[in-house]
């Protein structure tokens, strides 16, 4: 992990929250500019959300949206635009991060 874990426990707790932006296509753009989700939606369908990796790494991260992907998470936005995953993301390569996105808030595991 670029960042120690305390660091990035103290900074989830003061960090702004992340939104969720929708742009209309069946994959999130390669390019993500801040720290904000992106969610690909085509034809009403959510397929996948991308964003990069909050540990500090940089790495973009592609999470599928739909039901028929293994993995797949499910994605839930309040009314303020702040998106909550489930199950937990788990990375098996790289920094091997491990949180919960809730609220817009992430929680190292
Ligand atoms: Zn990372």
């Known amino acids: 992990m670029t960042h120690p874990k305390w660091f990035l426990k103290m900074w989830s707790c003061v960090a702004p929250r992340r939104k969720l932006a929708i742009v209309n296509a069946d994959t999130p753009p390669e390019h993500l500019q801040n720290r904000n989700l992106i969610l690909a939606r085509e034809d009403d369908e959510d397929w996948a959300v991308a964003f990069r990796c909050p540990c500090g790494c940089g790495d973009r991260l592609e999470l599928q949206l739909i039901p028929e992907a293994k993995p797949h998470w499910v994605l839930h936005r309040d009314e303020r635009g702040h998106p909550t995953l489930h199950p937990s993301v788990w990375r098996k390569t790289?920094?091997?991060?491990?949180?919960?996105?809730?609220?817009?808030?992430?929680?190292?595991?």
């Open 94 to 109: 790289g920094c091997r991060s491990h949180f919960w996105l809730r609220s817009g808030r992430i929680f190292w595991c």
